[in-house]
Nanobody
């Protein structure tokens, strides 16, 4: 079955950077879009960034524009989330997700069919 394992979360001061990784197995990785979502306490899971299977295009949330970037390595079956200029409001559990269908790119929870366990990111003021 599909397994997505995130790593790289932690505690960082405002203005700092973190890089999250998500290692995928159990699916033809290069055929699926990949995304990152986040969920803060008491809030719904929200979209952050997604990248097409070929890395040719991506979607991003306005709240992270210019600060976060997504990339993927189709040889290592890994997707990355580089987070710069972090703010306290970026504090959340961050989830990696694989598209629900091959060769489709979306930005809603329903567009993704497999999820990682999540990694905590905490940004202190």
């Amino acid at each position: 079955q599909v397994q997505l394992v995130e790593s790289g979360g932690g505690l960082v001061q405002a203005g700092g950077s973190l890089r999250l990784s998500c290692a995928a197995s159990g699916l033809p990785f290069s055929s699926y879009s990949m995304g990152w979502f986040r969920q803060a306490p008491g809030k719904e899971r929200e979209f952050v960034l997604a990248i097409r299977w070929s890395s040719s295009s991506l979607y991003y949330a306005d709240s992270v524009k210019g600060r976060f970037t997504i990339s993927r390595d189709n040889v290592k079956n890994t997707v990355y989330l580089q987070m710069n200029s972090l703010k306290p409001e970026d504090t959340a559990v961050y989830y990696c997700a694989a598209g629900a269908h091959p060769y489709k790119l979306g930005s809603s929870v329903a567009d993704f069919g497999s999820w990682g366990q999540g990694t905590q990111v905490t940004v202190s003021a």
